[in-house]
């Protein structure tokens, strides 16, 4: 009797996962499942933060009446830093097969249009036909934009540098310099920083930014909600029961260690902004070929701190831009020191 029952509710239990996967397929890959419950979690930890101060903090409420500027800013981040997690956990941060791709199609475009201005014009009876295959002329066209990438990527590199040693073995793509394969994307990331297990995405050229940002309002979002848990502690000590303050203080410990974390993840990343670098050239940069020869106080891709701000933060640019690799001279120029006309000049910032 147990086993029928046993059976009974396993069936029932798989039929429901089977509608479930029906109706969200992506739940059927364990890595995006695993990815959207980090998100529902990080989502529920937000909520229950906020939701306890409005439960219980009376101070706030009260103040929430007399100054409702002060409760809208603070809602305002709130839904700022949710919605900039989603911005950045949903934005590409670059493959390289896209970038290869719009280089494809913008080659052939250009071949097509030589090709068909190239054609003679047909005459006044209309009498010459001039046929051309698709199939032909896109297989052409495609010739010429693989030969098209490789060339412009290669031209990124010092002459003699070998085809080989800059394709990647599992995508079989040639990569730009500061390109990477992600595994757990199984795809080659320009300007690869680091695989973001809460984000569910890689961090690279397309989303550093808005991953940047994020940091940005995560912890100015938890330095104001440490700061109302901290002022609810301190008031009215003696009309609060004990499970109150037990949990609490639970939450603010909790909030005090994801604060440091963020604190010293938006100084790390702002370093590497400034400097113009990622968290894997910094980690491995002995590994990196064409790093492994440059001195580590060098910068080869830093164009000066104000510059490197101004181009991550403000410039227009494209997510498949591409950073060739610099010349010895300009090496040489980055490796001497810097004397006190550098300074009045600003060296260091352009």
Not at 26 to 47: E, F, G, W, Y
Not at 48 to 61: P, Q
Not at 225 to 232: D, E, K, N, V
Request: aromatic fraction near 12%; include cysteine; charge should be positive.
């Amino acid at each position: 009797m147990g086993a029928l029952c046993a059976g009974h509710s396993r069936d029932t239990l798989d039929r429901f996962s089977d509608r479930c996967l029906h109706v969200f397929p992506c739940l059927s890959d364990p890595a995006r499942r695993s990815t959207c419950c980090l998100r529902i979690a990080l989502v529920m930890l937000h909520l229950i933060y906020l939701g306890v101060l409005f439960v219980f903090d009376k101070d706030l409420i009260h103040k929430t009446k007399e100054e409702p500027w002060y409760t809208t800013v603070y809602l305002i981040l709130f839904a700022a830093t949710l919605a900039q997690y989603f911005i950045t956990s949903g934005s590409s941060p670059g493959y390289v097969v896209d970038a290869m791709r719009a280089v494809n199609e913008a080659d052939a475009s250009c071949n097509r249009a030589s090709i068909t201005s190239k054609q003679p014009a047909s005459s006044k009876n209309g009498d010459v036909v001039i046929a051309i295959d698709r199939n032909q002329l896109g297989s052409y066209l495609q010739g010429r934009g693989m030969i098209a990438w490789t060339k412009l990527v290669m031209d990124m590199y010092p002459s003699g540098t070998s085809l080989r040693g800059v394709t990647c073995s599992y995508c079989n793509v040639v990569q730009p310099p500061r390109a990477k394969h992600c595994h757990d994307c199984d795809k080659c990331v320009l300007q690869f920083d680091h695989h973001c297990v809460w984000l569910g995405t890689c961090i690279g050229q397309g989303n550093h930014c808005a991953f940047w940002w994020y940091i940005c309002g995560e912890t100015a979002l938890s330095l104001w909600t440490g700061t109302l848990y901290i002022q609810f502690l301190k008031s009215d000590i003696y009309s609060k029961p004990w499970w109150l303050y037990a949990i609490m203080i639970l939450l603010l410990a909790t909030l005090f260690f994801c604060l440091i974390f963020l604190l010293l993840l938006l100084l790390f990343h702002s370093y590497l902004i400034l400097t113009n670098q990622t968290t894997y050239e910094l980690v491995r940069r002995r590994r990196i070929q064409y790093l492994r020869n440059i001195p580590e106080r060098v910068y080869p891709f830093s164009n000066g701190a104000c510059r490197n701000l101004y181009e991550f933060c403000c410039a227009q640019r494209s997510k498949y831009r591409m950073e060739p690799l610099p010349t010895g001279q300009e090496l040489e120029d980055k490796l001497r020191p810097y004397t006190c006309s550098d300074v009045l000049s600003c060296r260091c910032c352009c």
